[in-house]
């Protein structure tokens, strides 16, 4: 079971001090979510059910070799999304353990977008949740803010989306 | 974790009474094996891992909808493979548990083939296996007969397999 919030960024952290790998993700379909992504030079389908709340959805996370991610990455609908992800302190959860942050800088043609996810143990610590200062509005429940959307969309309409 | 074993037919069941499925299915990789399919109205993608021993593999069954299995079935390698599976009694098990075998009438253009499937809780009760008397050889190692080696091969050259 996955269970995380995402949220724009306010403020940016200083990224260049934090761990970080460079991602690349299609999607062979979207209801449920059938996901390819390379992590540097890990290869993963990703299976993830339709979500009850948009915050808790179950996932499953499969190894793929390289080369049947070569292969499937080419079935990909729309956009090949390119993004480098940082690992950043965001506070404490549960019983005082340390949260984590994974912000997202996309690559075009979806820069500047830039997302920050936070992943939780339970609805109740998501709910818990006290954001640092450097992170703006939660936009858990907002579908333009998906990856899964953004592989459908244009990039003229990118474009528009965060100019409005 | 799917422990199994796969048999060549030497004596046909009288198959109209036992329950049975239609299935479709097609594969958008083979190694590990993604696979899709159709049976009767129930939709599954399944990830199978590489086998090591020709027995033992890990297996995941993650449901779709209609829409997104005819979204994915147009993306799949190769010939997609409709089969009507029946399932029938095929002895005694661990702890004289009922064991039973899956018998697969392939449509064209594989038909005539037939295969039977017995899966087994452990290597153990698939070692221990005594077929019946109406299945023939063994062929749990022969790749031609992977339903995902089918997918790759044209209609000549499954005449000359059968025939061979």
New interface residues.
């Given amino acids: 079971m996955e269970i995380e919030r995402k949220f724009l960024i306010k403020e940016m952290p200083d990224l260049q001090k934090y761990p970080s790998k460079e991602l690349e993700q299609g999607y ?2 979207t ?2 979510t ?1 996901r390819i992504r390379r992590e540097d030079d890990e290869y993963y ?1 990703t ?1 993830k ?1 339709k979500s009850k709340d948009d915050i808790a959805r179950e996932e ?1 996370n ?4 390289k ?2 991610y070569e ?2 990455i080419k ?1 990909a609908d729309g956009n090949v999304i390119r993004k480098r992800r940082y690992l950043v302190p965001a506070g404490k959860g549960e019983g005082g353990r340390d949260l984590t942050a994974e912000i997202d800088v996309f690559a075009p043609p979806f820069a500047p977008l830039v997302l920050a996810e936070v992943e939780f143990t339970s609805v109740e610590e998501a709910k818990a949740f006290e954001k640092p200062q450097w992170m703006g509005d939660d936009v858990s429940s907002d579908r333009r803010y998906y990856n899964s959307y953004l592989s459908t969309v244009d990039a003229e309409s990118i474009i528009d989306m965060f100019n409005t």
Avoid: D, G, Q, R
Wanted: glycine share 0%; proline share 11%.
């Fill in positions: 062979l379909c209801s449920p059938v389908l299976y059910s499953y499969l190894p793929l070799t080369e049947s292969h499937l079935k």
